[in-house]
């Protein structure tokens, strides 16, 4: 009989993640909250000074700029959509006589104008493209958002709706990745901070089928994905928990987002696994926050 018990079940039995039923669907305690919103205040502290915009959009999109972003020729096996009972009196009969017979009540359900938002930083390209051109400074943008990608898994760090914390920056190809590289290193310190060993390394996003193995090889040969990762499930397969994109001018291109001169603007976005980061915490401190070190829990809560 195996006696380990996974680090998913120690994560129920503590309460700190509470199980839905559904693989990558959790609960979390007021614990695991509060770990999620010092790490936040952490980041505010490091990037405050930036003087980013702050905005909130809601855990769906508008379908419209989501099928224009080109997520579903890239990652259809992640992306998840609202659908929702349009019928009347008669259809609702039919559902019900549907449901009742255990059938796929849901096939008649029609698609809303909303999709659930795949990374925190999908809604924002086309806002501020409606806004006009950028200044030549350029634009920086703070971001926090549940994501959802359908990756069912048994990996408490491989969840269906977490949330991720961004920052975008627009502008020059210099500036925004120097803003990229800025933030690997604050990265690299921020986690050091608090007590995680922290390595980066060049990575891919898994793009879908024969032609998506073209795009990842790409991205990686032209250093346009950086992940910071840390031991969280295993100490050989270590977990991304922040990655550093740089996407060139094709945002720009695509949601014609352009600088005062009239040049196309560059755009990279850093992105923090705010779950991943919590758990990593877990992983490597213990499941009792009380029994942290003291210099991790200071940096957390002062
Ligand atoms: P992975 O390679 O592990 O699938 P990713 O490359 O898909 O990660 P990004 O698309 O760069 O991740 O998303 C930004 C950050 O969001 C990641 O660095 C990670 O910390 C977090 N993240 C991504 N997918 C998940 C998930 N399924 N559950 C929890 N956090 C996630
Ligand atoms: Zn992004
Ligand atoms: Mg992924």
């Not at 700029?65 to 080109?70: A, V």
């Not at 996407?247 to 196309?264: C, I, M, Y």
Request: with cysteine.
């Amino acid at each position: 009989m195996d006696m380990q018990v996974s680090f998913l079940d120690r994560l129920f039995d503590s309460g700190l993640l509470i199980d839905t039923g559904v693989d990558g669907l959790y609960g979390r305690s007021g614990q695991f909250e509060d770990v999620i919103a010092a790490f936040e205040r952490l980041i505010d502290k490091v990037g405050g000074a930036d003087g980013a915009e702050a905005i909130r959009f809601p855990p769906g999109m508008n379908r419209a700029y989501f099928e224009k972003s080109g997520y579903m020729k890239s990652f259809p096996q992640l992306a998840g959509t609202v659908h929702s009972f349009c019928g009347n009196d008669h259809d609702h009969a039919g559902l019900l006589q549907c449901l009742e017979e255990g059938g796929e009540w849901t096939k008649d359900q029609k698609a809303t104008d909303i999709a659930l938002t795949p990374a925190a930083c999908y809604p924002l390209y086309p806002t501020v493209a409606k806004r006009g051109p950028l200044p030549m400074e350029g634009g920086l943008f703070d971001l926090q958002s549940y994501c959802f990608r359908h990756e069912p898994s048994k990996d408490p760090a491989r969840q269906q709706l977490f949330r991720m914390r961004e920052y975008v920056c627009m502008g020059t190809e210099d500036h925004v990745t120097a803003f990229r590289q800025t933030w690997m290193d604050r990265g690299v310190e921020m986690m050091k901070s608090i007590g995680l060993d922290v390595e980066i390394d060049v990575a891919n996003d898994p793009f879908f089928g024969r032609a998506g193995r073209l795009l990842a090889n790409n991205q990686r040969d032209q250093n346009l994905k950086f992940e910071l990762l840390i031991p969280v499930t295993s100490q050989t397969k270590k977990t991304a928990c922040m990655s550093f994109n740089y996407h060139q001018d094709a945002f720009g291109q695509k949601w014609g987002l352009n600088l005062e001169d009239g040049a196309v603007a560059h755009t990279a976005c850093v992105g923090f696994g705010l779950e991943r980061i919590a758990l990593a915490l877990f992983a490597q401190h213990g499941l009792d926050v009380k029994l942290w070190p003291d210099h991790v829990r200071k940096v957390l809560w002062g």
